[in-house]
């Protein structure tokens, strides 16, 4: 059993439409079984161990208080458990800081705007400002609790996973 959840209804909405759209039919039984739960990631209506593993897409970023949720991951992880969030990177290389900062604003925003996004899209490149750097964020997870953290810059810099595992 796979869990999704999201603190905004639409977006499991979607989620729920998509996952669907991709079955294939007559195969159930070779069907991911999912469940979509609406929730806060900084307190989550699951038990202490309960997940083998879990995952978090541009979502870290957007939380109100990252220890808080970090720590939360922690606790509902399984002893020896990973979890693995993927978001933009606050890269500490200029270089990497400038393009990523053209990208958004001379290709992103323009082309969000063209859909009447440019609200959703504007806000980028201050979240990832304010984002804790690859570093900071492998010191809070410590802070949480893992007991073994690594951040992985992908995408050129301009991605992010952070990577970190509950102590057996």
Known sequence: MVTGLDFAAE???????????????????????????QGDAMDMP????????????Y???NVADIPKALRELQRVLKPG????ILDFNNTD?????????????YLVVP???????QE???????????????SGQ????????FAKVKHYEVGFGLMGILVATKAK
């Open 11 to 37: 977006m499991l909405a979607d989620a729920s439409v998509r996952q669907r759209s991709t079955q294939l039919p007559g195969v159930g039984r070779y069907n991911t079984p999912m469940k979509w739960l």
């Open 46 to 57: 699951f038990e202490a161990n309960t997940f083998d593993s879990a995952t978090m897409g």
């Open 59 to 61: 979502g870290l970023r």
């Open 81 to 84: 458990a990973s979890v693995a």
């Open 93 to 105: 290389n200029p270089v990497i800081d400038k393009l990523q900062s053209a990208f958004l604003e």
């Open 111 to 117: 082309a969000a705007r063209q859909y009447g996004l």
């Open 120 to 134: 959703e899209y504007e806000y980028l490149r201050p979240s990832i400002k304010a984002f804790p750097t690859g």
């Open 138 to 145: 492998e010191v809070a997870a410590r802070a949480a609790g």
